[in-house]
């Protein structure tokens, strides 16, 4: 099945540097690609999400990037701020119903 | 539109003890699922129902059974409580777009279970 690893597992920047998490994924035929966050005591929410068909997409501060062939895909945080601070998780899936998540990156950013 | 919404929120049960977490949704989505989520794993899949009236495994479903009660309801029950399964559950749905892809999942906001 399966299987999506991710990293840093922890990562520390200075507000307005810029953050960067990796995730790689085992299963050639996922197709699509989420990033949720999950702020300390809440529900993890969608942020940004890409489909195999595309390279990159990029929402205000936040972009995705994949690599098909390589099979890994990367968050882009730019200019980070204190409210960015959460734990962010990466998740794959293909054709079926199966989203498999990361293990998850804690974001600290410090003001 | 209330969601997601799942109960308990809390739980504390003693090992062997049995109980069901229940879920409902108001979005008219097809698809639901439970996770469980411990602390360096992540969200890992226990398991999920495509549509109502069906249901299948996911990556940890030892210990735990599933009812789709109709469209909007999905409960998790633990027949025989172990401290391992001291977990923070979520519920969560999703739906199903043009094509049957599905869209981004929708999650409740959790039920804490601890079994002593």
């Known amino acids: 099945g399966e299987n999506v690893e991710q990293h840093p597992s922890t990562l520390s920047v200075q507000e307005g540097d810029s953050a960067v998490i990796k995730c790689t994924y085992s299963?050639?035929?996922?197709?699509?690609f989420p990033w949720y966050k999950q702020e300390l005591g809440k529900r993890p929410q969608l942020i940004i999400d890409?489909?195999?068909?595309?390279g990159e997409k990029k929402d205000q501060r936040i972009a995705v990037t994949l690599n098909k062939t390589a099979k890994h895909f990367s968050l882009h945080i730019t200019e980070t701020q204190p409210e960015d601070s959460a734990v962010y998780f990466c998740?794959?899936?293909?054709?079926?119903?199966?989203?498999?998540f990361g293990a998850g990156t804690r974001l600290f950013v410090k003001a | 539109n209330a969601g997601v919404t799942q109960t308990p929120k809390f739980q504390v049960l003693k090992t062997g003890q049995s109980m069901t977490l229940q879920c409902a949704q108001d979005?008219?989505?097809?698809?639901m699922y439970w996770y469980r989520q411990d602390p360096g794993m992540g969200l890992r899949l226990i398991y999920y129902?495509?549509?109502?009236?069906?249901?299948d495994k996911g990556e940890v479903p030892n210990g735990y059974n599933v009812s789709r009660l109709n469209k909007r309801e999905f409960s998790l029950r633990l027949e025989s409580a172990a401290p391992s399964q001291t977990s923070v559950y979520f519920c969560?749905?999703?739906?199903?777009?043009?094509?049957?892809?599905?869209?981004?999942?929708?999650f409740g906001e959790g039920s804490r279970l601890t079994v002593l």
């Open positions: 890409i489909r195999s068909n595309v």
């Open positions: 979005m008219n989505h097809n698809s």
């Open positions: 299963d050639s035929a996922s197709n699509y």
């Open positions: 129902s495509a549509s109502e009236g069906t249901t």
């Open positions: 998740a794959a899936k293909g054709g079926g119903f199966k989203t498999i």
């Open positions: 969560a749905s999703s739906e199903v777009l043009a094509g049957g892809r599905t869209g981004e999942l929708f």
